[in-house]
């Protein structure tokens, strides 16, 4: 059971929008930064946001994250057959003194 | 560019002891936190510990508390971590990964390694 909860799933067709959540707690969204991360089968995972909301170099701005209280939200644009991948949020949980991730959502572009 | 290149893995019996190493290039490795992070087959990532940049602070999950010690060499560039009491809920992946921001404290991971597989059976 994570300490972040995502929804195991969710789907679009190609070149619509997306969304992907992340609730947690005080202890942890609520007063640390948030981070996405995407990942292909057998690879390792790739940073996609970092600080809530800003994007590494390379990382297309159809990537987009914003944080609100205690919950954390991931938007995917002009969704791409390229995208089908898991997505996993994550953060730092003060309470716990250990990083924490989120169960992991499988996007499917349909 | 940044590499990070992960080693050390392998197959071993319940009970005994494995040792991680991550080599790292291409920054400042001294300057930079680093994580372990891994994920058990078909599971998702579960974070494992991490280190400061001066190796001052070292922090885990519950589950290895005594058991993990992560470690770093910031003169050979190279993380580590040493595994003791290995049991079948240790199997998986194993990535090191970077800090996003030098000098700072959980900043997200900026880049990973390709992992390696430590599978824990008898």
């Known amino acids: 059971q994570s300490v972040l909860t995502q929804p195991p799933s969710v789907s679009a067709a190609p070149g619509q929008k997306v969304t992907i959540s992340c609730s947690g707690s005080?202890?942890?969204?609520?007063?640390?930064?948030v981070s996405w991360y995407q990942q292909f089968p057998g690879t390792a995972p790739k940073l996609l946001i970092y600080?809530?909301?800003k994007r590494p170099s390379g990382i297309p701005d159809r990537f987009s994250g914003s944080k609100s209280g205690t919950s954390a939200t991931l938007g995917i644009t002009g969704l791409q057959t390229g995208d089908e991948a898991d997505y996993y949020c994550?953060?730092?949980?003060?309470?716990?003194?250990?990083?924490?991730f989120g169960g992991g959502t499988t996007l499917t572009v349909l | 560019q940044v590499q990070l290149v992960e080693s050390g893995g392998g197959v071993v019996q319940p009970g005994r002891s494995l040792r991680l190493s991550c080599a790292a290039s291409?920054?400042?490795?001294?300057?930079?936190?680093m994580h372990w992070v891994r994920q058990a087959p078909g599971k998702g990532l579960e974070w494992v510990a991490v280190?400061?940049?001066?190796?001052?602070?070292?922090y885990y999950v519950e589950s290895v508390k005594g058991r993990f010690t992560i470690s770093r060499d910031n003169s050979k560039n190279t993380l580590y971590l040493q595994m003791n009491s290995l049991s079948a809920d240790d199997t998986a992946v194993y990535y090191c990964?970077?800090?996003?921001?030098?000098?700072?404290?959980?900043?997200?991971?900026?880049?990973w390694g390709q992992g390696t597989l430590v599978t824990v059976s008898s």
């Open positions: 990964a970077k800090e996003v921001t030098d000098y700072d404290f959980w900043t997200g991971y900026r880049n």
């Open positions: 994550g953060t730092w949980d003060t309470s716990l003194s250990a990083g924490v």
């Open positions: 600080d809530n909301n």
């Open positions: 291409g920054f400042s490795f001294s300057t930079y936190g």
């Open positions: 280190i400061s940049y001066d190796g001052r602070n070292q």
């Open positions: 005080s202890s942890n969204i609520g007063n640390n930064y």
